[in-house]
């Protein structure tokens, strides 16, 4: 688990020092008891829904780790989103899969990848339909809506 | 009605068993005799005609196998033996029953008078049965022999007995009963059940002998191992007796051969012949393995430790976790299985060394060859060429009309280097004259330990004579091969002739430990080859021979030419974050891929994803066809 201390000491140094990518996406991002786990808070891109919420993410790194892809969810009950699980927190996203997954990628990247997912949900593969179907029919008006009922109540 | 009387008399003769006349289980006289006795004719003579028509189907010569198994194991299950051996059992159970509604918390020890007395109620006939056994063999002739069915039935009912009260005595105290494996009751009733039967057949009956002291001894050793109370020698006293009977064994089938073991003897100690057969096999290649390793006649051995058994069987004994009162073929069997399985050791042994390779559970099958395994020696851009053919011939459409411009230019390439071959060869008559002033051509075997020799820096003269080496970058010495690691240290001005080896070898002044440490990985082997196998060693062979050092050599050069940057903290970790394994974050970089030269990897890491079955490039995603081993300073 060498590798997931060096990860830690390259996004503490990131988060302290602010890096122009990461700081404007990521609120805070610390372990939880062993490196295994992780929490992640990441701020709602600007020019989307989510805009001005903050998410929180659940990261855990397997045994095999950087050799297979960490385990990521948002929180339950609290991400609609088209490629979220809503009830789970379940996220669909190809490099978090075993077969598109890099060893040569980290957290920091694992997490910018589903800060851009947020700014570009993909309606094509949804774990959420109802969302997805408002984006297929491009209703932004009901998207919008939709999105703020979940994330103001 | 004549002619049906006198049918019925004929058929009565020909089937005698419908005649039942003659039995009755009421007189005739009693009234209503008739009601009780025709259906008592009747049955009888059903039952008759069965057993008639059974008796013909066995009589039948050639009878088919299974069915004569099946009549032999009806025989068994209908004799005496077999009753015995079922009522025996049933005892043992509902005792161990009985005892299990106690508590079991903790041993208890039984009073001496009662312990006394109960073995001794089973030694004694034990012990006569023994001397039984002597008897048939005719070697104590004190004894009136008993008839020999006789003999077998006593023997198994003290074998019975004996069973019966070590298994009260040890459950009354909480502690588990010593059985015998080799010999349970079963066995022995089937054993005896045959001994019977081949008495009416008239076979020799000594054979059976052995077994029945074996079984007796058995027990008698169990018996006074609880009597003493000393359990933990069982396995000890056990272990003598079984070798006793397998040179016994061994003995006869050397000389009356194996067809003077009787069936059941060869089927009792299958197991145990099986499993030492085992253990024979797997020590004799383990010490052999261990023999070759070890290399005790040549020079340097590898180290033994490395055999995957080694642990295992140095700690054989803790392995079997044997308190001694288990039974020796029991221990035997463990043992074999244990030897057999390997995986204990796998665990255990030296290759839990190497657990950072965790090999991976599941390999995906279009994944078992990965360019991630495949060392690749030669020129790298050979990949690609090669990848481009393979692609070709794989269309076979395509592949025909490039045929012949491909045959076409391999001519060309040949003729090519023809020519080149022959421009090469004379080669070094036109590069010399140009280089005229060659250093090379100085050395000589009187000076060339001059040449040698490390610098000898005062510290104010440095810089610009630091720069200027005796031998030329280029070398042209026919034996030489560029090798981008290769540094020659040299001395800027001629030492005196008078100046021998030992003075060479002895660095002067200690200020420069940088460039002594440096000098003396190098030079040193050199010259300690030169003055053992008299040849000058070129530098190809010393690259050859060391390659780490030749490394070692350069780091150190580099480090060297790093501090003198002074700015040392930022460069750390510069050298941390651009030259470490993307995927462990930890190691250096040493490996290249190929085709598409991402130079990202350690080894480790490389060999990780191979196994892992990883077959496109971390970096780049394109397919890896193989990697080269790179050193990065």
């Not at chain 2, 006349?21 to 009747?42: C, E, G, K």
């Not at chain 2, 039967?197 to 007796?216: E, F, G, I, N, R």
């Not at chain 2, 008299?534 to 690259?543: P, S, V």
Request: hydrophobic share 40%; proline share 5%; charged share 20%.
């Amino acid at each position: 688990m060498s590798r997931a201390a060096k990860e830690y000491k390259t996004i503490t140094k990131v988060l302290k020092e602010g890096d122009e990518v990461y700081s404007q996406l990521i609120v805070g991002m610390e372990p939880k008891e062993d490196l295994t786990r992780w929490e992640a808070l990441i701020r709602g891109p600007s020019g989307t829904p989510y805009e001005g919420c903050n998410f929180r993410l659940h990261l855990s790194l397997p045994q095999e780790y950087p050799m297979s892809p960490p385990y990521v969810k948002f929180e339950p009950y609290a991400m609609p989103h088209a490629n979220v699980d809503f009830r789970t927190g379940e996220i669909c996203l190809d490099i978090l899969t075993k077969q598109h997954w890099s060893p040569a990628w980290d957290l920091l990247h694992v997490v910018q990848a589903i800060g851009q997912l947020l700014d570009e949900p993909v309606s094509s593969s949804p774990l959420n339909v109802d969302i997805a179907n408002i984006l297929k029919a491009n209703d932004m008006n009901a998207y919008y809506g939709l999105v703020h009922y979940y994330i103001k109540s | 009605m004549n002619a049906t009387s006198a049918i019925g008399s004929n058929v009565l003769e020909s089937f005698s068993y419908l005649n039942q006349t003659a039995h009755s289980l009421i007189p005739d006289s009693v009234i209503f005799s008739p009601v009780v006795n025709y259906p008592y004719r009747l049955a009888l003579s059903f039952v008759n005609a069965a057993k008639l028509q059974y008796e013909q189907a066995l009589d039948v010569d050639i009878l088919w196998f299974g069915v004569r198994c099946l009549k032999e194991l009806t025989y068994y299950l209908l004799s005496s033996y077999a009753t015995a051996s079922f009522v025996t059992a049933l005892i043992l159970n509902r005792i161990v029953i009985m005892a299990s509604l106690r508590s079991t918390a903790n041993r208890v020890v039984l009073p001496l008078w009662s312990r006394v007395l109960l073995h001794l109620a089973a030694i004694i006939p034990l012990i006569y049965t023994l001397l039984q056994v002597l008897c048939q063999y005719g070697i104590v002739q004190k004894l009136e022999p008993l008839e020999f069915t006789t003999f077998l039935s006593s023997t198994f009912a003290s074998y019975a007995w004996s069973n019966c009260v070590e298994t009260f005595v040890a459950s009354t105290t909480n502690t588990l009963p010593l059985e015998e494996s080799d010999y349970s009751i079963f066995e022995l009733s089937i054993l005896f059940y045959c001994l019977k039967k081949s008495k009416q057949l008239d076979l020799p009956l000594q054979d059976y002998l052995p077994d029945c002291m074996m079984a007796t001894l058995g027990r008698l050793l169990v018996h006074s191992v609880e009597l003493f109370q000393c359990r933990k020698y069982r396995l000890f006293g056990s272990t003598i007796l079984n070798f006793a009977g397998i040179g016994h064994f061994i003995y006869k089938v050397r000389w009356f051969g194996f067809n003077s073991l009787p069936v059941a003897t060869r089927y009792i100690n299958f197991p145990k012949m099986f499993s030492l057969f085992l253990i024979v096999m797997s020590v004799s290649t383990y010490s052999l393995a261990y023999l070759v390793r070890l290399d005790p006649f040549g020079r340097g051995g590898l180290d033994p430790q490395e055999l995957q058994f080694y642990s295992f069987m140095r700690n054989w004994w803790e392995h079997l976790n044997c308190t001694g009162e288990e039974e020796f073929s029991c221990v035997v069997v463990k043992l074999a299985t244990m030897l057999c399985m390997g995986r204990e050791s796998m665990s255990k042994g030296v290759l839990r060394e190497f657990s950072h390779i965790n090999a991976p559970s599941s390999i995906h099958h279009s994944y078992v060859i990965s360019g991630y395994l495949n060392n690749i020696s030669t020129i790298p851009e050979d990949i690609e060429i090669r990848y481009r053919e393979s692609i070709m011939t794989m269309h076979p459409g395509t592949s025909n009309a490039p045929g012949l411009v491909k045959r076409f230019k391999i001519c060309i390439m040949l003729v090519k280097h023809f020519f080149a071959f022959f421009r090469k060869s004379r080669a070094p008559e036109i590069r010399q004259e140009p280089l005229a002033k060659d250093p090379n051509r100085y050395v000589t075997e009187r000076n060339y330990a001059k040449f040698l020799s490390k610098p000898q820096f005062s510290q104010k003269e440095t810089d610009l004579d630091n720069n200027q080496y005796l031998l030329p970058e280029d070398d042209l010495s026919g034996d030489y091969v560029p090798d981008q690691s290769e540094e020659v240290e040299t001395d800027t001005e001629f030492g005196s002739d008078d100046e021998d080896l030992g003075t060479i070898l002895a660095p002067e002044s200690m200020d420069n430990l940088q460039e002594d440490l440096s000098w003396y990985i190098s030079m040193w082997s050199i010259l300690k080859s030169a003055v053992h196998s008299g040849t000058r060693l070129t530098r190809k062979q010393y690259a050859a021979i060391e390659p780490q050092k030749i490394l070692t050599e350069v780091v150190l050069e580099r480090t060297a030419s790093h501090r003198t940057d002074d700015d040392d903290d930022d460069d750390d970790d510069d050298m941390d974050s651009t030259f470490a394994c993307v995927v462990c974050k930890t190691n250096s970089r040493n490996v290249v891929l190929w085709p598409c030269r991402c130079f990202a990897l350690c080894e480790s890491c490389r060999v990780s994803l191979g196994l892992r079955g990883f077959n496109s490039c971390v970096c780049c995603r394109r397919d890896v066809h193989g990697y080269s081993k790179l050193h990065a300073i």
